[in-house]
């Protein structure tokens, strides 16, 4: 029987025309020629996403919220369809502007020993821990002290097993929840909590380096297996996040 591995996946408002490109690169090389059974997950409100009618495809209606909260609530987001989530195998996140590049195969795969996995944030390459930039406030559960942290990871990729990313999902989204009621809000949002429970469960992550997570243009010593897309190049933070609205740029990048 094939191993079920879910893609969560949301793109709300214009951040939509990422998703086209991002299901083909998957479906030609995540997990590709194994005995794994692929199910996208998309959270949005485009009336319409590129290949709806897949049977791997599940279209989830989600509200544009406003920033920072369509990356803060994500694990919220993600714990509305825990019950669908509890028949899978795998369950991975991926931002909405990541593409595949080339192959990815069972390294990416989370084990019993490890059985969560994340990637090393691009940013902090070679970089020591002085320069990492977890959550200083402690009043935030995503606190980080001086003396604790050996790596920092990216928010926009990251997974495990089902039982262990649900857990995961559960803790973040109460954490959260509890910043929210005091009033805080973590500098780098859910990233900064990722990086708190990474540190809390190091000895269960599996650690992929940054070719996982490589930002588009930039120049590391090593070959991009997934890209994180410029967001520039498709109207910028504030255009996709619904601050602005350029309707003749829109039909320049993407064809419904």
């Known amino acids: 029987m094939k191993k079920k591995v879910s893609i969560l996946y949301i793109c709300t408002g214009h951040y939509k025309i990422f998703w086209k490109k991002f299901y083909k690169s998957a479906e030609s090389y995540f997990l590709e020629n194994l005995d794994y059974e692929k199910h996208y997950f998309v959270f949005t409100d485009a009336d319409h996403i590129f290949g709806e009618q897949s049977k791997n495809?599940?279209?989830?209606?989600?509200?544009?919220?406003?920033?920072p909260y369509p990356t803060l609530d994500r694990f919220r987001i993600f714990k509305t369809i825990r019950d669908q989530l509890k028949g899978m195998d795998y369950i991975y996140h991926f931002n909405?502007?990541?593409l595949f590049l080339e192959a990815v195969?069972?390294?990416?795969?989370?084990?019993?020993e490890k059985p969560l996995l994340m990637v090393q944030h691009p940013g902090f390459y070679q970089k020591s821990r002085k320069?990492?930039?977890y959550e200083e406030n402690d009043k935030s559960l995503a606190y980080i002290p001086a003396d604790e942290g050996s790596v920092y990871v990216m928010g926009g990729l990251n997974g495990g097993?089902?039982?262990n990313y649900l857990e995961l999902i559960y803790e973040l989204d109460r954490r959260i929840e509890i910043d929210k009621t005091n009033n805080v809000i973590a500098r780098w949002h859910d990233?900064?909590?990722?990086n708190r429970y990474a540190t809390n469960f190091e000895s269960s992550v599996k650690l992929l380096d940054s070719s996982y997570g490589y930002p588009e243009g930039w120049n590391l010593p090593f070959s991009p297996k997934i890209i994180i897309r410029d967001k520039d190049n498709y109207g910028g933070h504030d255009f996709l996040?619904?601050?602005?609205?350029?309707?003749?740029f829109i039909k320049k990048v993407y064809k419904w």
């Open 57 to 67: 495809i599940r279209k989830i209606y989600q509200k544009p919220l406003a920033w």
């Open 96 to 98: 909405a502007n990541m």
């Open 105 to 112: 195969d069972e390294e990416i795969l989370p084990t019993v």
């Open 131 to 133: 320069d990492f930039t």
């Open 161 to 163: 097993l089902a039982k």
């Open 191 to 194: 990233e900064s909590h990722l």
């Open 241 to 248: 996040r619904n601050k602005k609205c350029f309707r003749e």
